[in-house]
């Protein structure tokens, strides 16, 4: 028996309801189950309960075994003095609160079924827990669930941005600089890339804007490719003779060339490419932020980012190593993933942020506008005909499967609470 299981019993009220008695005689109506906490304290708060025909207005607790009360130390703790009811599966001590006073307890009994369905989720081994049983459920009650899981999704990745606001002292244009400067390092160069822009402030790069040699000179002198004593050709010894003043007007500490990775990468993604890349993107736009919160069509803000890199770089993919001629662009697939990661969050917490519902609809409206994501995760979800119609289902499929699916929180899950409940009469 699990205590979370207690918990989903008790939320909905699927015990046996006839004849409610704690377990010292005494007649007991549910009136209200109360609402959930997910933080510190008594499991269920603001619940209603009759006792003997006097309406108790308090908390819940539940457990496995009453004996669990005095250790997990609630009863010398204040916290726990309104509980008016101990949920429990057996009762096996009469327990108090911190003032001696002892609380009703009811012992919960329910379908042998529902935990049998829950049993049968948590012990699957397959890719989901509901891997076999996933279609009994109604696709449309599952794209009901999605959306909510996309906010929720939404919601987790602000919490990682408000930290850079914070840092930035609530500078818009600065944070989204260095979460941008994150995607544009993809999965093997986001940490390098966002300690580049950290060690970069835009501001810098603002006063140099009109010149991209000297742009491009202070994001590669930064980020280490400029160090060498012996540059490989003319444009690497123009770049560092550039970072070289740039770096003493402003006090610059670059950060080792080791940090990049370019091992198991495609050369169009090459750290030197995006970097290339990134530097066009701040010598063409101002204010960037700014325009994409204007902005209302999801197209538009596309162009923004559909930017190619400096005239070296088209026989170039690394200092020095001529390559065959072609156009460094962006391609859609890295332009979509910007959106997706970096510029619908912002446009999320915003809105958020200045209680502009608009804008967070805006920001889930660029996720439908959006083709869904290609990896291994989405491609498995198609198996199982639960397939991604845009990017906000992709985003909701990533969030289900690995904060619901990896963690077995089934019981949390609507697909999976909606599983448990099969059959159950």
């Not at 827990?129 to 899981?149: E, G, S």
């Not at 600089?177 to 810098?204: D, H, I, M, T, V």
Request: aromatic letters at 12%; hydrophobic letters at 40%; proline letters at 4%.
């Amino acid at each position: 028996m699990k205590e979370e299981f207690l918990h989903f019993v008790w939320m909905y009220e699927l015990f046996n309801k006839s004849d409610l008695r704690s377990t010292s005689g005494e007649d007991i109506e549910i009136v209200y189950p109360g609402q959930h906490n997910s933080d510190a304290g008594p499991d269920f708060i603001n619940a209603k309960v009759k006792i003997d025909g006097t309406l108790w207005v308090g908390n819940v607790e539940i457990h496995i075994c009453s004996s669990d009360w005095e250790k997990h130390g609630h009863n010398n703790d204040k916290a726990y003095d309104n509980v008016i009811l101990h949920a429990v599966f057996k009762d096996d001590r009469v327990v108090t609160r911190s003032n001696g006073d002892p609380i009703p307890a009811m012992e919960l009994t329910f379908r042998d079924k529902l935990y049998e369905n829950y049993e049968t989720l948590l012990l699957n081994r397959q890719w989901i827990p509901c891997h076999d049983q996933i279609f009994k459920v109604d696709p449309f009650f599952i794209k009901q669930w999605l959306y909510k899981l996309l906010v929720e999704r939404l919601e987790s990745k602000t919490g990682d941005l408000q930290q850079i606001l914070l840092k930035n002292n609530q500078s818009w244009e600065e944070s989204f600089y260095q979460a941008l400067a994150g995607s544009f390092g993809f999965k093997k160069n986001s940490e390098p890339f966002r300690l580049l822009a950290s060690l970069l402030p835009l501001k810098y790069l603002g006063k140099h804007k009109d010149n991209l040699l000297q742009i491009e000179a202070m994001l590669f002198g930064q980020a280490g490719f400029l160090q060498t004593a012996f540059p490989v050709d003319e444009y690497q010894t123009k770049l560092k003779k550039e970072y070289e003043f740039l770096q003493k007007k402003f006090s610059l500490k670059p950060f080792g060339e080791h940090l990049w990775k370019f091992m198991r990468l495609r050369p169009s993604n090459f750290p030197t490419i995006r970097i290339a890349q990134f530097s066009m993107l701040i010598h063409h736009s101002s204010h960037l932020f700014s325009k994409i919160i204007q902005t209302k069509e999801a197209g538009i803000i596309k162009d923004f980012f559909r930017i190619g890199a400096s005239e070296y770089w088209d026989e170039h993919y690394r200092f020095g190593k001529k390559s065959t001629k072609k156009e460094k662009r962006i391609g859609e697939a890295g332009i979509n993933n910007i959106l997706i990661n970096t510029v619908v969050p912002f446009v999320f917490l915003y809105g958020k942020s200045k209680a502009i519902p608009d804008l967070s609809e805006r920001a889930i409206d660029i996720l439908e506008s959006l083709p869904p994501e290609d990896n291994s995760i989405i491609r498995k979800w198609k198996k199982l005909n639960v397939e991604a119609g845009n990017a906000s289902d992709s985003q909701a499929l990533l969030q289900l499967k690995n904060v619901y699916c990896n963690m077995k929180k089934c019981i949390n899950c609507q697909i999976g609470s909606r599983l448990i409940l099969h059959e159950i009469k």
